[in-house]
C-alpha cells in the first residue's frame, strides 16, 4: 500500500445490514457489491453510532457519539468545530470532495470538504427538531408515516431516484477529471446515495429481479401493539400506524421495492468502480450505510430502534495489502475515523481523548479486537435519551423511562427473548450495566437534548420571520470556466481534459 492512498468511500441510507452476513447475501441482486465484497474486509456486525440520518452521518464523519457532537436529531446543528475525516485528510494534504446526501444541518454545508458537487436532499436549518416537553405528539408534516409501505411500487422517475442519479453522474465526473493529473494530490472523494430509504419505490427493471423472491414476508411476523416493547409502541405511534392497514400484500411490495433500490444501487455503484477502473486510479473503497431499516420484522419499520435490522449496518474496506474476509467482531461507524487515519499514517493524538471509535486495520490483520460498541438515540419516536452497548455475544439497552432490554443477540437473531430478569444472565448483565454507568449519565444526556432542542425551537420560528436566508448548500458551476472560453488556449485546453493524454 502507498503511504498515501486515494480513498473513495461509497456511503448508503437506510440498508439493513442483516442482509449483509458476509457481503450481500446470495438471493440479492449485487454483483457489484458482491465483487466488492470478495476483496473487502467484511464487518458482519457494524453497528451506527445512532440509527437516524444527521446524527449518524455526524458520528461517522467524526468518530464521536451524538452526546459530544451535540448532533442529537435530525434538525441539529453540527458544529464547524468538530474535525471530521475531511479535515483530518485535508490536513494531511488531501483533496477532499463530497457527491451527495450528508445531511449537515447548520450554515456550515462543507464540514471539511474542499468541494460539494450536489446539494443536499434534506433541509439543513432546524424545522425537524422533536420536542420532549410533548411527548407523543406527532410532527404531521415531517414525522415518518406508513404511507411508504401502502404506496410501494414502481416508478421510473422519483425525487430519490433523480438525486442519486445526479450523485452518481457527478461522481463519475470527479473521478474522470482527477485522472487528468491537473492535481497532484491524492485524494478522498465520498458518494454518499440517498436509496435503498423508504418509499419503497423502484424502477420496473430492479422491481423485476424480485419477482419470485423467497424473502418477501418478514421472518418474524407482527407483534400486537400490547405485546411490543415501551420504545416501539412510541415509534408506532410516532409514525401513525394505527392510521393505515397494512395488508401482507403491502408488506410484500414494500420490501420487494426495497430489495430493487439494492439492485439500482449495486448498478450506480459498479458504474463509478468502472470509471475507477477505467481511469486507471487505485483508491482504497469503504462501503458503508449511515443505519438500518426493519422492513416489517416484528411489525416495526425504518429505523430509530437498537434492533438489528435498524441499528445493524454492512461495513467492508477494501485496501491494498489489508486481508480479505469475514470479521465476526462487533464493531462502529465511528471507527471509520480513526482507520482512514491508520490507513495514511496519520496521528490523531491531538484529538484521542474525544473520539469514540478505534482502527479497524489490526481486527482486519488478525492481531488486535475491538472495545465495547456503543449507541446513542435521543431524536423522534423517544421521550427520553436511549443508549445501548453491543460487546460479544450480548446487547444491551437502557432508557430512564423503560425496563432494561438485553439480549443474547448471536443465538437469538430475532431478539425475542429479553434476558433482563433472567438469573442465570445477571452476572453478565451486571458487566454491561456497569459499562453503561460509566459511559452516560441519562439525566444529564436528557436535561443536554432539551436545552437544545427548546433553543431551537426559538431560533427556527424567529428566523422563519420576515426576509429568510436558507442553509441550504447551493452547488456553484462557473459557465465562463466550463468546457470551451475565449481565455483559454484550445489546444492546451484540450490535451489537458484528455485521458490518456495520447501523442
Request: glycine share 6%.
Amino acid at each position: 500500500m502507498t503511504a498515501r492512498p486515494n480513498i473513495l468511500v461509497l456511503m448508503v441510507d437506510q440498508l439493513n445490514g442483516t442482509l449483509f452476513p458476509d457481503g450481500p447475501a446470495d438471493w440479492l441482486h449485487a454483483p457489484n457489491l458482491k465483487a466488492l465484497a470478495a476483496r473487502s474486509a467484511r464487518f458482519a456486525n457494524a453497528y451506527c453510532a445512532s440509527p437516524l440520518c444527521a446524527p449518524s452521518r455526524a458520528s461517522f464523519m467524526s468518530g464521536q457519539l451524538p452526546s459530544r457532537t451535540q448532533v442529537y436529531d435530525n434538525a441539529a446543528e453540527f458544529a464547524s468545530s468538530i474535525p471530521t475525516y475531511a479535515h483530518h485528510l485535508r490536513r494531511a494534504g488531501y483533496y477532499t470532495g463530497l457527491s451527495g446526501k450528508m445531511h449537515f444541518v447548520g450554515p456550515d454545508q462543507m464540514h471539511g470538504f474542499e468541494e460539494r458537487l450536489t446539494t443536499d436532499i434534506y433541509p439543513a436549518d432546524f424545522g425537524w427538531t422533536p420536542d420532549y416537553r410533548r411527548p407523543g405528539e406527532r410532527i404531521d408534516w415531517w414525522y415518518h408515516n406508513m404511507g411508504s409501505v401502502t404506496g410501494a411500487g414502481v416508478a421510473e422517475i422519483t425525487n430519490q431516484l433523480e438525486y442519486d442519479d445526479e450523485v452518481a453522474h457527478h461522481a463519475m465526473a470527479k473521478i474522470y477529471d482527477l485522472a487528468r493529473g491537473n492535481d497532484a494530490r491524492p485524494w478522498c472523494l465520498t458518494v454518499s446515495f440517498t436509496h435503498p430509504h423508504d418509499p419503497y419505490v423502484a424502477r420496473r427493471k430492479y422491481w423485476d429481479l424480485y419477482e419470485d423472491c423467497a424473502q418477501l414476508d418478514p421472518q418474524v411476523p407482527e407483534f400486537a401493539y400490547e405485546d411490543q416493547d415501551a420504545h416501539s409502541k412510541r415509534l408506532l405511534d410516532s409514525c401513525d400506524r394505527a392510521a393505515f392497514e397494512i395488508t401482507p400484500d403491502h408488506v410484500r411490495r414494500a420490501r420487494r421495492g426495497y430489495y430493487a433500490n439494492i439492485s439500482y444501487i449495486d448498478d450506480k455503484i459498479g458504474e463509478i468502480l468502472q470509471v475507477l477502473k477505467d481511469t486507471r486510479q487505485e483508491a482504497v473503497v469503504v462501503f458503508v450505510s449511515d443505519h438500518g431499516d426493519m422492513l416489517g420484522e416484528r411489525g416495526m419499520w425504518f429505523k430509530m430502534s437498537f434492533f438489528e435490522g435498524s441499528a445493524r449496518v454492512p461495513l467492508m474496506v477494501s485496501a491494498q495489502g489489508l486481508p480479505s474476509g469475514l470479521i465476526e467482531t462487533p464493531v462502529s461507524t465511528l471507527d471509520v475515523v480513526p482507520t482512514l487515519a491508520d490507513l495514511i499514517g496519520l496521528d490523531l493524538a491531538e484529538i484521542a481523548p474525544w473520539t469514540d471509535g478505534e482502527s479497524l486495520l489490526p481486527l482486519a490483520r488478525g492481531d488486535g479486537g475491538h472495545g465495547p460498541v456503543y449507541m446513542e438515540y435521543a431524536a423522534e419516536g423517544s421521550w427520553a435519551p436511549l443508549v445501548g452497548l453491543r460487546d460479544g455475544d450480548f446487547k444491551y439497552i437502557r432508557c430512564n423511562l423503560d425496563p432494561d432490554q438485553f439480549f443474547e443477540t448471536s443465538a437469538d437473531k430475532s431478539e425475542l427473548t429479553n434476558l433482563a430478569e433472567v438469573e442465570k444472565h445477571q452476572d453478565e448483565l451486571a458487566r454491561f450495566r456497569a459499562l453503561a454507568d460509566a459511559k452516560w449519565d441519562l439525566d444529564r444526556f436528557d436535561a443536554e437534548v432539551r436545552h437544545s432542542q427548546a433553543r431551537r425551537w426559538i431560533v427556527y420560528e424567529a428566523l422563519r420571520n420576515g426576509a429568510y436566508y436558507p442553509w441550504d448548500y447551493q452547488p456553484l458551476q462557473k459557465a465562463s470556466e466550463r468546457y470551451m472560453r475565449n481565455h483559454m488556449n484550445l489546444d492546451t485546453l484540450e490535451g489537458s481534459k484528455r485521458f490518456p493524454r495520447g501523442e
